[in-house]
């Protein structure tokens, strides 16, 4: 198997994984490669880096799931693999510039800044 299919095949294993903990460490041990080989690997081939992407599509499913649904935001932080609210919290605003809540309620539910799912060619 050619290494952009490695990375194809780790890209719709991360997809269907993202409610599991993921670390680099998992990912890695799932494909068979040491850290930092894979780590080049993703950034050659995708421009990004690994635990950026997976960051940011964590949080990108949470915030989709939180327009979607009216489960409580603790119960999404929790299912998309955060310690606590609090840090899910910081992690959110981060990255939408908008805690969770404010986030729910002002329908800022745009695809803005959400991180879509790579796909390689």
């Known amino acids: ?3 952009v299919n490695i990375i194809r095949e780790m890209l719709l294993w991360v997809e269907s994984n ?7 460490d998992s990912v890695t041990a799932r494909v068979g490669y040491s850290k ?6 993703f950034r050659k ?16 499913a949470a915030a989709e799931e939180m327009c979607l649904t ?4 603790i119960y999404i932080a929790r299912k998309y693999q955060f310690a606590d609210q609090q840090t899910f919290s910081r992690t959110f605003k981060n990255h939408f510039g908008l805690p969770p809540g404010e986030y729910r309620n002002a329908n800022s539910c745009s695809k803005k800044r959400l991180c879509p799912p790579l796909k390689l060619l």
Do not use: F, V
């Open 1 to 3: 198997m050619n290494r």
């Open 18 to 24: 993202l409610e599991h903990p993921l670390s680099l």
């Open 36 to 41: 930092w080989h894979l780590q080049r690997l």
């Open 45 to 60: 081939h995708t421009g990004q880096r690994l635990g950026s992407y997976l960051r940011a599509r964590r949080i990108s």
């Open 70 to 73: 009216d489960y409580p935001i």
